[in-house]
């Protein structure tokens, strides 16, 4: 696959529709983002698609964007043409996606739950819902919009897929509350400041409140605080504006806040000032923000 030239170009206008075209051939700059997409593409070399394909692609993709000329700029060109390439079955692109995307999830995916045989099954069944053809719906990979790494895309799907999966094993919510309070590091949440007698109170209340979240309050929580996205790049895997989510995310942490407090009020039987008292040296180290027990190093 070569870089895009003036025929590429008309390809991907001719499958952009019209309005999509008319606004892409009137861009200042459009053509040479559309050349960079095709190098970008061009880059997987072996890995890469089809360039008539690939042009087909991003033109059906651009028709759909609400600003065409703006969704082409931010576009993850190899990425999106990597997700192409494996939905076309071609052999050195799935070896490629195995290797950047799927063997980087062992570590993320490890944090759910710490069984390599566990993590090996998430993978398994990842690969085939990727990467088998369906009969009766387009390839998976076809869903990825180039908006944010592929790796990014494929990780949210494969944090659903452990979860449900651990569910059907009766043990989410222990092991999700394990795994997110495992892992204090210098700046977090660390138990020391609280009198020595507390120290497992503290932590018992906290993994109590975290089991109590629902699987999508989990999920965005290791999202931001394990994975490090920022709120853009999650607002643009949920299709949400990063204010709706910093705001779900302060509520969540809120809510976290409020359910420790009663259990320890409930595992200490303290009158209330005292777990007041207690929360606020808590909530004055860290402020409940988890980045301390969410941020595992890799």
């Not at 983002?33 to 651009?62: K, N």
């Not at 390439?85 to 739950?113: D, K, M």
């Not at 895997?237 to 259990?263: C, I, N, P, W």
Request: with cysteine; glycine share 6%; proline share 5%.
């Amino acid at each position: 696959m070569h870089g895009a030239d003036s025929e590429s170009f008309e390809w991907v206008l001719r499958s952009a529709g019209e309005s999509s075209s008319a606004r892409l051939r009137d861009a200042p700059g459009a053509r040479e983002a559309v050349e960079r997409a095709f190098t970008q593409a061009a880059s997987l070399s072996a890995a890469a698609p089809e360039p008539r394909a690939f042009a087909r692609h991003l033109g059906a993709w651009l028709s759909r964007a609400g600003d065409p000329v703006l969704a082409l700029e931010r576009l993850h060109a190899r990425d999106f043409a990597l997700a192409l390439a494996c939905a076309e079955g071609l052999p050195a692109a799935t070896t490629l996606l195995e290797q950047e995307v799927l063997l980087a999830l062992r570590v993320p995916l490890s944090r759910i739950h710490p069984s390599p045989v566990f993590v090996d099954e998430v993978l398994q069944v990842l690969r085939a819902n990727l990467l088998m053809p369906r009969a009766d719906a387009p390839s998976r990979l076809l869903g990825y919009a180039g908006v944010g790494p592929l790796l990014h895309w494929v990780s949210v799907s494969a944090v659903r897929l452990a979860l449900r999966m651990r569910k059907a094993q009766g043990e989410e919510s222990l092991v999700d509350a394990e795994v997110l309070a495992a892992h204090p590091s210098p700046g977090g949440l660390e138990l020391g400041f609280v009198r020595e007698e507390a120290r497992g109170h503290v932590r018992a209340a906290f993994i109590r409140a975290v089991a109590s979240l629902d699987d999508e309050d989990r999920e965005l929580l290791r999202l931001h605080f394990v994975e490090r996205l920022s709120l853009e790049r999650m607002g643009a895997l949920f299709g949400l504006h990063k204010s709706t989510l910093s705001r779900r995310l302060s509520s969540v942490q809120a809510l976290l806040e409020k359910r420790t407090r009663r259990a320890l009020s409930e595992r200490l039987a303290l009158p209330e000032p005292e777990v007041d008292s207690l929360m606020r040296a808590i909530h004055g180290r860290l402020d409940l923000s988890l980045s301390g027990l969410l941020a595992a190093r890799e």
